[in-house]
């Protein structure tokens, strides 16, 4: 009886010691995924109240053993730019698990530097997500995924959210349950009358009906995709007519440059309580990307997603991911430049003195023999070369 009671401890101690150890396995794992949340949270929303920017990149699959073997070597590259050159906030990622998984692992070896490593999302693309599927994204180091509502299909109303299917809500759950942050994707129903249909009380109606699709827990962001009509977009003439001396053309595009986008509204408490994000689906080129991105930091929105569309000339078979990387690198510094985009110089020669008449007459010398035609054709549309916007020329962003 004795020995038994010996072995009856040591089994008690067993069991107990396993409990123990699962106890503080998922004790790391539920500190893992809070942690993941506040680092993802923080990056789509800035505490100084400027817009995020975060660039959505496709990663196609090689065609041919050359490139396939270059691809790690490529995606590596692309990675240490998004983070070091384009600053990104966060990176949305569609492609391979292994692609997935190599932009991840050199976003990681910047751990302790700066800056500092970019919070990757995958994209989803509606339909049921499998479970070993978003098991692999997260073991491939992505911390959230982009779930499209009503599968992608634009919304003219709260009323026409469904998920009868209950997609949204078993991939919310899958998502959460393979440690991936859910990020949900409504795309909105555009127009003259969006900022009236969807003012701060129907956009904050709209996110707590999203919160309740998704078990009643706020997510970790919501982006809202505006199917806006291509006139809304600055002319695409802007970018073949820039440069033309115009004053009064010049006047006419700071004039619309100051036109913002009519977007839905976000009040200042609900972005506070989870980042709204827009979509930025504008080609580069005539001032289109910035104006979207000033237009959503007027409506209140925290961040913005750059979709793959603003990249020019590109599909969704980009193969020279050098080119996209160098892309984002110049967009991204650009819309997050401070320094004015057009910059005037003017000089009032009235009231010159005496000692200043000499310069003056020597420039006014100067002048005539450049108009006489002595020195040959200095026109300013001399050289010029016209942007082929169709094979991705643009100018500016």
Known sequence: MRSVAVVSAAALWLVSAHHVSAFS???QQNEAATMA?????QSLSSPSGKLTLSPEIVIPEPTDPTALLLQSTEVTKLSEKIRSKAKAN???????????????????????????PVPVLALSDGTECDAGVLADIADAG?????LPVNGGEAIDSISDISDEEGILKTNFAAALEAGLHPLPEVCLAGGENVESKWDEEQVTALVEAIAAECGGVDPVGILLTVDMPESSDIDDNDDDDEGDGDSSSSEDEEEEEEQA??????????AKRVPILGSVRAVAGGGRMGQWTRSLKTAGFTGAFLRQECVPGLTSTITDLEAVSGFWSAAIGDLKSVKSKSFG?????KGIDESMKLPNEWYKYQKSVMESGALGDISGDQGAVELDSDNGDYQGF
């Open 25 to 27: 396995a998922s004790t």
């Open 37 to 41: 949340r506040l680092i993802l949270s």
């Open 90 to 116: 966060a990176a949305l990622l569609a492609g391979s698990v292994n692609a997935l998984r190599t932009f991840c692992v050199e976003q990681e070896s910047a751990r302790g530097n700066f800056p500092g």
């Open 142 to 146: 992505a911390v959230g995924i982009v």
């Open 261 to 270: 986008i009519p977007l839905p509204q976000v009040p200042k408490a609900l």
């Open 345 to 349: 110089f003017r000089a009032n020669m």
